[in-house]
C-alpha cells in the first residue's frame, strides 16, 4: 500500500494549491496522516497532521497559518491546503499514516512517491 500524494505543480508566488493524499484498499480514516516536504539538499520534514480518531490538526512552527490539513472521510482523502506559496516552499510534498500524529517520521508508513510543488518568484 502507497499513500498516493496529487496536486501539487508549477505556480506563481503568492499563489495557492491543494494537495490531496489518497489510498487504495487502505482506509486513511483509521489512522493520523501527516504531510511532510522535501526540498533540494534539505532533509524531510514535517508539515502537519490530522489525527484519526479526533480529527485534531497539528502544525510544526514553521508552518502554521498558510497550510490548513483537514480531512474527507467520505472520499478516504487529506488535503493540505497551501496558500500565499513562497519560492521556498518549493518541495516534493509527501503523505503518510500513523497510528498517532508524532513528531519526527520513523513512525509513518505507507510512504508514496511525493508530489512536486514548484513555486516561481
Known amino acids: 500500500v502507497q499513500l498516493q500524494a496529487s496536486g501539487g505543480g508549477l505556480v506563481q508566488a503568492g499563489g495557492s494549491l491543494r494537495l490531496s493524499c489518497s489510498a487504495s484498499g487502505f482506509s486513511l480514516n483509521d489512522y493520523a496522516v501527516g504531510w511532510f516536504r522535501q526540498a533540494p539538499g534539505k532533509e524531510r520534514e514535517g508539515v502537519s497532521c490530522?489525527?484519526?480518531?479526533?480529527?485534531?490538526?497539528y502544525y510544526e512552527d514553521a508552518f502554521e497559518g498558510r497550510f490548513t490539513i483537514s480531512r474527507d472521510s467520505a472520499k478516504n482523502t487529506v488535503y493540505l491546503q497551501i496558500s500565499n506559496l513562497e519560492p521556498e516552499d518549493t518541495a516534493v510534498y509527501y503523505c503518510?499514516?500513523?497510528?498517532?500524529?508524532?513528531?519526527?517520521?520513523?513512525?509513518?508508513?505507507?510512504w508514496g512517491p511525493g508530489t512536486q510543488v514548484t513555486v516561481s518568484s
Open positions: 503518510a499514516a500513523s497510528q498517532y500524529c508524532v513528531n519526527g517520521t520513523s513512525l509513518y508508513f505507507h
Open positions: 490530522i489525527s484519526g480518531i479526533t480529527g485534531n490538526t
